[in-house]
């Protein structure tokens, strides 16, 4: 699909508006369903997925002149859950009209808000209540938010229940260096503008291709690599993930 921007409108960066981003979890070219339909990977192994989950932070807006909007860290957290179809739509106030032509996040929450006391971690970054506790997306035994929550069933996952599980986190340490998963995501709009005006408030649609979970700069086996939490080898899957994000079309209204 291809954008459908209005012809020749006028932005004034003194002026602010609103820009709205869909993130619509598939795999390969067909959406993804919870718990029904089967997907096959590049290992070719077949799995079906029972939850996903994923924490967007840090999103900066790219100018096609040349300059970037970074959205004020207080309100760029976000959850995205493929069960909750209102989590996949986020919406950014207070944006400075203008032309814009990419968007970058962090998959997971930085350093300084996971060292945060917990007075300034409320909303969807509440360990104690919310969606964070309800979806099980921060580790008390080793406090620190997990990124990427993907789980599911494989005929060839070698746990007795068939399940596997990547649970993805590690913020590079509070006192010492440790496993950092953060990842940043870049998104090029590829010559189509999402143009925000005090009028025009665009949608930007985006897949996010679980596929690619398991395929990179490493080809990620279930049947090798069935449960994966804090350990070495979750580097290689945010390694894999933070290629899964692309654009599929830009919406004005």
Known sequence: MVSCNNDDPVTDPATKGSIRF?????????????NTDTYQNAAGENFTVSRLNYYISNIKLKNADGTTFTVPQDSS???IRESVAESQQIRINNVPSGEYTGVEFMIGIDSTRSVSDPSQRKGILD????PTNEEGMYWNWNPGY????????????GSSNGKF?????????????????????????????????????????LLADVLKVFSGSTQVSIAKNFSVMYENFSANIADNYVNMFSLDHI???
């Open 22 to 34: 869909e993130f619509d979890n598939v795999a390969g070219d067909r959406d993804l369903k919870l």
């Open 77 to 79: 957290y976000f959850l």
């Open 127 to 130: 360990t104690g209540t919310g």
């Open 146 to 157: 997990i990124f990427l929550l993907m789980e599911g069933n494989s005929p060839v996952a």
């Open 165 to 205: 599980y990547y649970h993805i986190g590690g913020f590079g340490g509070r006192t010492e260096k440790t496993l950092n998963n953060t990842r940043i995501a870049k998104v090029d709009f590829g010559g189509k503008k999402a143009i925000v005006t005090t009028e025009l408030s665009p949608e930007v649609h």
């Open 251 to 253: 919406h004005a209204d």
